[in-house]
């Protein structure tokens, strides 16, 4: 049996070395662009990423086109693009390592896409998790467009064209990976090896709720960008929702259900007992441990943001290391797909 046919389907953090050994996994990491990042996207996904890249050969896909699965408006999609861009670069991608790339800049998805999507029957689309979900919570019923139940069938061909190994996700984009080791599968069955089975990298990250302790999303409105300043960071922070049990200043708190702890647990990790204590007893006053957690995560974001704001002044020069990212993903994109033609025949 090949060595990564019995590699697991998920990798977990400080598994790599034992999974590959002195091999270098890629890694084929991607976000849609949705403009400025907040701080559950630095948790979640671009730390880890970060980490990542002295283990791993990265590649940092802008996933511009799959924003169009609900979002057909796309006035503003080189500025999201670019936004996402520069925090991905001042917040530790380095892009000389690591390309950056927009996806719609590399015809060979959509080739891909089209041979992968003659691959996957209708019905295994429908039964996507995913694609449940979203026909739930946006209402769409019926409205589903044919590339929207295809999400999955492009995200496979964004990570095979790259021969990506690992893939690194939140739980809920498992079923997207488990659909591209079926599509890598079912291609090298019909055709002959040409794809590795990738497995999904699950980092060791809490989910950090947003300022009213609903989930992080720009729509509600309850999040704090990496972008922020540290004045608009306190502002958020002070209008965050604590225990409300905890009335006035000296009543006991419960850290354990706060947003605002969990916020120390991840910026102020060195105090965490003291404000678990004092928040306990009644000695420590929300405010006060809002202005603490805001210190610490302004301290800790102050580099990046310096660097942030001096890329924002440039983006012409942004745009030139994307554009140096794609030169580099398309090179390795258009290699995959000349082994795809051959293994089909195509030519
Ligand atoms: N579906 C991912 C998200 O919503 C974005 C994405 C597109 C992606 N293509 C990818 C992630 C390939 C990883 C690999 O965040």
Known sequence: MAEETKRSAIIREGEIEKAYGNKKPRILSGMRPTGKLHIGHFAGALEPWVKLQSVAENFHLIADYHVLT?????????????????????FGIDPEKSPIFRQSKIKEHAELFLIFAMLITKARLERNPAVKEQVRDLDIGEGMSFGHLGYPVLQAADILLYKGDLVPVGEDQL?????????????????????????AYLSETPRLPGTDGNRMSKSIGNTILLSDTPED??????????DPQKI????PGR??????????????PGEVNQIHAGCSSGELG?????????????ESFAPQRAKRSELAKDPGAVLDIIEQGEIRARGEAEKTIQAVRSAMNLG
């Open 70 to 90: 609900t979002k057909l408006d796309t006035s503003d999609i080189a500025q999201l693009s670019l936004d996402m861009a520069i925090d991905w670069i001042a």
């Open 175 to 199: 079923p997207h990976v488990e659909m591209t080791r079926e599509f890598a599968r079912d291609f090298n069955n019909h055709y002959g090896k040409v794809f590795p089975i990738p497995s």
């Open 233 to 242: 960071t306190w502002k958020k922070m002070k209008s965050a929702v604590t």
């Open 248 to 251: 006035r200043r000296n009543d």
């Open 255 to 268: 850290p354990e259900i706060c947003l605002v702890y969990g916020y120390h647990q991840k910026w102020n």
């Open 286 to 298: 929300c405010v006060d441990c809002k202005k603490k957690v805001t210190e610490k995560l302004n």
